[in-house]
């Protein structure tokens, strides 16, 4: 018999009193969101991109509306639509538990269409911009799983394996995969050390990088969710949560991205070639730059 872990971490980094304070699970939001800015800044040091600090601090703004909107509608619309329909002001209730009742898949599709509405006001392909955030938000999925475990909730299924879990708030005491460990190392590390390699074979932006992002994160959570105990009231269709069926929709959604970019469906303005100039052109001035600051030869 093992003497398994029982879970008992502090959700607060600091708590103020009666359920006020500083959460981890919104102090994962705030670290991906840096990660994105600072993430595309080195992508324009690669050539990957060729966005100014000022552009890629306004997509940030789109960015973190997209995701806190979309994840928060995905939750209310497609996990908790008994209580919206109830209590509608509860979509915007973020004093009930901070940023707690968000929904992933909510939050991929509000990214995705915030890149999109940022690029169509600046005039600028915005599947160059999905692809590179393809590269980066594994991060944010990342840190956001970790702080779900040590919320200790979305706990796995019952398991006798010797890294198994004892989450007091299921209500039992009975030991259980630890699904958010899991999650945050496929659908965080995994992930995104498969979109990085894709990425660099794919230089010239074309939004297929994005697709495969769709396919490979709803593959690994389709997988995953096996390990997860299903959300309580959560009705199993053909063996399948919700949460699968709904990762099917975004490989059957990946699929036709991959297909229809690669058949070369017309960009938001702004051509490959537009795009292959700029690029050539800031890496030559970084070239200039280097050389300019080199100190003359004896």
Not at 55 to 67: R, W
Request: net charge positive.
């Amino acid at each position: 018999m093992f003497g398994y872990y029982i879970h008992d971490l502090n959700p607060f980094l600091i708590e103020f009193g009666s359920g006020w304070g500083i959460r981890y699970y919104g102090l994962a939001y705030v670290a991906g969101f840096l990660a994105w800015f600072y993430g595309l800044a080195w992508f324009r040091r690669k050539g990957w991109s060729v966005l100014n600090d000022n552009q890629i601090a306004e997509l940030l703004f789109y960015t973190v509306l997209g995701v806190l909107i979309g994840g928060r509608l995905g939750y209310c619309l497609l996990y908790d639509w008994n209580e919206t329909l109830r209590n509608p002001i509860s979509v915007v209730a973020f004093w009930n538990g901070g940023l707690r009742g968000m929904a992933s898949h909510g939050g991929i599709v509000g990214a995705l269409i915030g890149f999109l509405l940022w690029a169509r006001k600046n005039r600028v392909d915005g599947w160059a911009v999905a692809d590179n955030a393809a590269v980066l938000a594994p991060v944010g999925i990342f840190l956001g799983r970790i702080a779900n475990f040590i919320n200790g909730e979305l706990w796995g299924r019952p398991t006798v394996v010797p890294w198994a879990v004892i989450f007091p708030d299921s209500g039992t005491q009975i030991p259980r995969h630890p699904s958010q460990i899991y999650e945050a190392i496929g659908e965080g590390l995994v992930l995104g050390l498969l979109m990085y390699g894709l990425r660099s074979k794919n230089l010239r932006p074309s939004g297929k990088v994005t697709g495969a992002f769709f396919m490979v994160y709803g593959v690994i959570r389709i997988g995953l969710e096996f390990l997860r105990e299903p959300d309580l009231g959560d009705p199993l269709l053909a063996g399948l949560s919700r949460g699968q069926w709904f990762s099917v929709g975004l490989v059957i959604v990946g699929a036709g991205i991959w297909w229809l970019r690669g058949k070369g469906v017309k960009e938001l303005r702004g051509s490959y070639r537009d795009w292959e100039t700029d690029r050539k052109s800031t890496r030559l001035n970084s070239s200039h730059s280097a050389k300019s600051r080199m100190p003359s030869s004896a």
